[in-house]
């Protein structure tokens, strides 16, 4: 849920917080005062691009900020972006005027990508136009298949294709390549040339650190021997640490413990130490400069260099490049062989695919009866009493998604046959019939906050109040926003806030204010009538004790 929004210089808005609870609210106010702004600001949180037209006028940037509780749901989220996890997600966006923004997570900078992957599975906004989701029939399917329990079954067809698939398309590829036998003398040429350099992996990086060895030797040279120089000078490490520790040993007749420890422990050191220098000067002796060696080197840098640029560009492809090439002259010197491989393989992983969409066929219309019970009851809340929904299952070709083809179809009208939503439900209707499945689907989701901006345009009376109580059943399992022109809606609500929009210094300002009791019958009076009187305020008060009942 959104427990508290900050917005600063947004558009219209000069600065406003708001506290918000887990339940259903409502923004109302004039047309053109800014009701919607809000909603804009949110989505800028669900990882919107920003532009610097939102800044308000003089204004060196815009700032929008959210508090959400996810109540736990995106801890792994949260692990993986190395945030630490708190009930607390502190959402921020930084807009300026250069059209860069900033987004933040508990203070860390974000890209969007990750700011949508973060909130969209929690915050649903779904204006009037929305609606063209519903419409479009390929969604239908996706729809179904949030219903079904057995994630893992989807997954399995899903799978199970692409085996499916994978032989399918090898075996197209191999009828329609044109090989022959002409190819092989070519493809021998290029596998004895491979074969004639004798690659191992990670040859290359070996050839490297030699020619890297040699090009510096005189540096490493030069370096090592003054430090064997440095360490057997008369003056040196190894005359100057012998000294010390005879020193020290000098004074052992005193029987002082903490100088007897030191003494030891120095000698101890000195010994490592010169065995150290031992090893030093052993490599500076092996070291050795070999023209010759240098140029094989080169040679052979060169050779792996020129098969790269041929078949790969690491000695790893073209190796496999080798191996694919043996594969290509055993397919074309036994091609029908390969061709019935194929086929078997093909034959077998349809039937282990096929027998797994089936289940999922069976679960689909299983989870889809059931549906259409729901929508039904559901629709027959919001006043449409003869309401039918019906999952439409034709089966198709194979597919990723399996055997099922699905289409919502509705009727509205007593006898009618169910058509396609997008051919028999108006406006209102379409409105409400998203409505209840949003019903459905916000729990089934686990959405933590849906928004509905004006869905309930085209609907008054008695439908205007069934959507609102809609709404705030909803809102007993999620938090719920409405912006609305109906206070028939409005009066459903749990928290009832007010935008308006005034003149300041010549400028228009809008600012959100949570109605007390009195304000919010005055504001659904004025909503109702359009004007506040003792009939009015009487009125809203009725419909204000009904609606919360």
């Known amino acids: 849920m959104l427990k508290k929004l900050i917005v600063d210089n947004f558009i219209l808005i000069n600065h406003c917080v708001l506290y918000f609870n887990n339940s259903f609210s409502v923004f109302t106010g004039e047309t053109g005062a800014g009701k919607s702004l809000l909603i804009d600001a949110i989505s800028l949180l669900q990882g919107d691009r920003a532009s610097c037209s939102m800044i308000q006028n003089n204004q060196p940037h815009a700032y929008i900020c959210g508090v959400f509780d996810f109540s736990n749901n995106i801890k792994d989220v949260l692990v993986e972006l190395k945030i630490e996890d708190q009930s607390n997600v502190v959402i921020e966006r930084y807009i300026y005027k250069d059209n860069k923004s900033i987004a933040k997570i508990n203070n860390k900078t974000v890209s969007l990508s990750i700011l949508k992957k973060l909130v969209d599975n929690y915050v649903d906004i779904h204006s009037q136009f929305d609606t063209q989701y519903l419409l479009n029939k390929s969604n239908h399917l996706h729809l179904i298949d949030q219903l079904v329990e057995d994630k893992d079954l989807i997954k399995d067809v899903k799978d199970k294709f692409k085996i499916y698939k994978k032989y399918q398309d090898e075996l197209d590829d191999l009828l329609q390549s044109k090989l022959n036998l002409d190819d092989v003398s070519i493809i021998e040429d290029e596998i004895f040339e491979i074969n004639n350099a004798s690659l191992f992996i990670g040859e290359d990086d070996i050839l490297e650190k030699q020619t890297n060895e040699i090009k510096n030797f005189e540096k490493i040279y030069e370096k090592l021997n003054l430090c064997n ?61 070999s023209e010759s060696e240098m140029d094989n080197l080169n040679s052979r840098l060169f050779e792996i260099k020129r098969l790269k640029r041929k078949y790969g560009i690491s000695i790893k492809m073209i190796l496999d490049h080798k191996t694919n090439l043996i594969n290509r002259i055993d397919m074309i010197n036994n091609r029908q062989q390969f061709i019935d491989e194929l086929n078997l393989k093909i034959d077998e992983s349809y039937n282990h695919y096929y027998k797994s969409a089936l289940k999922l066929s069976t679960l689909r219309r299983t989870v889809a009866k059931k549906l259409c019970d729901s929508i039904i009851k559901q629709c027959n809340d919001l006043c449409l009493p003869h309401a039918n929904f019906i999952c439409d299952f034709s089966d198709i070709d194979k597919n990723i998604n399996g055997i099922d083809d699905i289409e919502f179809l509705v009727s509205m009208n007593p006898g009618e046959m169910c058509k396609s939503i997008k051919k028999v439900a108006s406006g209102g209707e379409l409105s409400r019939l998203m409505l209840a499945l949003k019903t459905i689907f916000t729990k089934l989701e686990n959405i933590s906050l849906v928004i509905f901006d004006e869905i309930d345009t085209g609907v008054s009376g008695i439908v205007a109040l069934s959507i609102g109580k809609k709404m705030a059943f909803i809102g007993e399992y999620a938090q719920v926003f409405s912006v609305t022109h109906l ?33 919010r019958i005055n504001q659904l009076a004025l909503m109702s009538s359009g004007m506040i009187s003792e009939s009015s305020i009487n009125a809203a008060s009725e419909l204000l004790n009904n609606a919360l009942k």
Request: hydrophobic share 35%; aromatic share 8%.
């Open 229 to 289: 120089v440095l360490f057997e000078a008369d003056n040196g490490i190894d005359a100057n640490l012998y000294n010390c520790i005879n020193g020290l040993e000098s004074l052992g007749n005193l029987n002082i413990e903490k100088i007897d420890q030191l003494s030891d422990s120095i000698n101890t050191c000195y010994y490592d130490i010169k065995d150290l220098f031992e090893q030093l000067n052993d490599y500076k002796n092996s070291l050795t400069y």
């Open 487 to 519: 206070a028939q809606v409005a009066a459903c609500s749990t928290n009832h806030y007010l935008v308006k929009k005034d003149v300041i210094d010549n400028l228009p300002v809008v600012s959100i204010e949570l109605l007390d009791n009195k304000k």
